[in-house]
């Protein structure tokens, strides 16, 4: 049975630092494409960050690059987000999904994560002072 399980979230002041896990049981984490996704409150789902499960590629949201970073521990059978220099605008509840097709990458995860079969149950971040 395939299961997401996130954590890692919790209350930081702007500029603060999280690390969001994403545990992974039922298949090997490895193989499949990971996504993290976010949803704020009154706003839409979005694509945070991807890491591809043919090769281990990564795609990252424009407003995210080069503050957060997405990484995959096989051994774990994890993949992490950390989030630096976080801003109020990166509150939300954070998911990771999963398409469940052996060795598919991120272009093929739909916009919003829409019709992916496979979630945690998500956890919150809060950017506030």
């Known amino acids: 049975q395939v299961q997401l399980v996130e954590s890692g979230g919790g209350l930081v002041q702007p500029g603060g630092s999280l690390r969001l896990s994403c545990a992974a049981s039922?298949?090997?984490?490895?193989?499949?494409?990971i996504g993290w996704f976010r949803q704020a409150p009154g706003k839409e789902r979005e694509g945070v960050s991807c890491?591809?499960?043919?090769?281990?590629?990564?795609y990252y949201k424009d407003a995210v690059k080069g503050r957060f970073t997405i990484s995959r521990d096989n051994a774990k059978n994890t993949v992490y987000l950390q989030m630096n220099s976080l801003e109020p605008e990166d509150t939300a509840v954070y998911y990771c999904?999963?398409?469940?097709?052996?060795?598919?990458?991120?272009?093929?995860?739909?916009?919003?994560?829409?019709?992916?079969?496979?979630w945690g149950k998500g956890t919150l971040v809060t950017v506030s002072s």
């Open positions: 039922g298949f090997t984490l490895e193989n499949y494409v």
């Open positions: 999904a999963t398409d469940g097709i052996f060795g598919s990458s991120c272009p093929a995860l739909p916009q919003g994560g829409v019709g992916i079969d496979f």
């Open positions: 890491i591809s499960g043919s090769d281990g590629s990564t």
